[in-house]
């Protein structure tokens, strides 16, 4: 994304949590936009924001589960993606954010476990995944 884009992007989210600062999926783009700049801290506490207005969208779990991995705190982000898939079964990046947790931590068997459920609902039909 360019610099341009993103400032423009970053200022209608803004506006839209001024206007009604319970959307929640202003909150959550306003997180992926920062996380994708780097910005770990401020993604946090976007997708904490968007997660005290819809507590049971997996996405944001995901997404706050990515900002804690990136952060190097496996541990940490492994609830996140736990409630996410917990709420979205059929969400393979979850799975896949599991297994990377489990084998941060060493614990190469249950890693492989969840590598393996996120391939098998890779190759279903039905699968869901978020968009990068």
Excluded: W
């Excluded at 306003?30 to 993604?43: E, H, I, T, Y």
């Amino acid at each position: 994304m360019l610099r341009g884009e993103f400032e423009a992007s970053m200022q209608e989210f803004q506006e839209a949590t001024r206007i009604n600062p319970q959307y929640s999926r202003a909150h959550f783009n306003m997180g992926k936009l920062f996380a994708r700049q780097g910005a770990l801290d401020k993604a946090y506490e976007s997708y904490r924001q968007a997660l005290k207005f819809e507590p049971n969208e997996a996405e944001i779990h995901l997404g706050l589960g990515n900002v804690l991995a990136r952060q190097g705190r496996p541990e940490a982000a492994m609830p996140y993606f736990q409630q996410a898939v917990k709420l979205k079964p059929g969400l393979a990046d979850a799975y896949v954010e599991l297994a990377r947790s489990f084998a941060a931590q060493g614990d190469k068997v249950t890693a492989e476990k969840y590598y393996e459920e996120a391939l098998r609902l890779l190759k279903s039909p039905r699968q869901t995944s978020r968009t990068p």
